[in-house]
């Protein structure tokens, strides 16, 4: 019974952290750069698992180094600086629904590159999905002339990122303890991340006499700890506790969240926007329902 409670409670918890992460991003552009914003997420984030997580990289052998350099950049790295990128451009609300993509993306390579068997539910849950992020995208751009909704490829190249990171430790590193993967991830990107903000021009006059500067370091901190420092040891916590299936219910939550965020902070969102957000959450539920 305890269980059962507590599983509930990290639920929640990770719903609001995950979801008000796209806000933050939002507020940290206003006095840092994408790729400095990226960059420094990257290097907080390094700090805060090397004090927690530093004994556990030593239990990491020499042939999985490689998959876990890939799983870095692919989770980690990368998205960092894409969806900082494509928040220059696109709402945080909208870019918390297309993130909502993740598990079909899961299921969509799974089954192309890692042969990982798909029921037909989990392809109908995918053409669903899709349908959705394309209704949304559309609108988005009809609502929000001024925005270049291009770049939210930026937000599904990420998708497809973490996609495949989650391929990658299930068929490669599954036998390594999670502590071990997340800070074995920012052993290997932290050294590149240091190059990116050396030039990109976070030492310059310019970024720290920017009025907003100092309120984006404190908003890209609470985005590096809580975000996705703490957030990683929470979700391998809850998968511990509960089933995978069930902590991948964060998904349904965290557009709830930005959404709520979203429009606190002046964003629009129409009701069509909403139908397609449902469409999708849809297709993540169908992708995830067990076939009977």
Not at 105 to 126: C, D, E, K, P
Request: glycine share 8%; no cysteine; hydrophobic share 55%.
């Amino acid at each position: 019974m305890k269980h059962i409670q507590v599983k509930w409670l990290y639920l929640f918890v990770l719903s609001l952290i995950w979801g008000s992460s796209f806000i933050l991003i939002k507020k940290s552009l206003l006095g840092l750069s994408p790729y400095q914003l990226g960059a420094l997420r990257t290097i907080i984030t390094a700090l805060f698992l090397f004090v927690a997580g530093y004994k556990s990289v030593k239990q990491i052998e020499t042939s999985q180094w490689k998959w876990i350099a890939l799983s870095g950049f692919l989770g980690s790295f990368f998205p960092a600086f894409l969806f900082a990128i494509a928040e220059t451009e696109i709402d945080s609300a909208v870019a918390s629904i297309l993130n909502s993509l993740v598990p079909l993306n899961t299921i969509l390579l799974g089954f192309a590159v890692f042969r990982i068997a798909s029921t037909r539910r989990q392809v109908l849950g995918v053409i669903i999905g899709f349908i959705g992020t394309a209704i949304l995208i559309l609108k988005g751009a009809e609502l929000n002339p001024g925005q270049n909704y291009l770049y939210a490829g930026f937000v599904i190249g990420s998708t497809i990122m973490y996609a495949l990171n989650v391929n990658i430790i299930k068929t490669h590193l599954q036998f390594v303890k999670p502590l071990a993967i997340a800070a074995g991830n920012y052993v290997v990107i932290v050294v590149p991340a240091i190059l990116v903000l050396l030039f990109s021009g976070f030492f310059s006059a310019k970024t720290l006499e920017n009025p907003h500067f100092k309120m984006s370091l404190v908003f890209v901190t609470i985005l590096s700890f809580f975000g996705t420092a703490l957030a990683k040891v929470l979700f391998n916590k809850l998968i511990h506790i509960s089933t995978p299936v069930f902590a991948s219910s964060v998904t349904y939550l965290m557009p709830i969240v930005a959404l709520t965020w979203g429009v606190l902070d002046g964003e629009s969102f129409t009701l069509l926007q909403g139908f397609a957000t449902l469409i999708i959450l849809l297709g993540v539920y169908l992708s995830h329902k067990r076939q009977r």
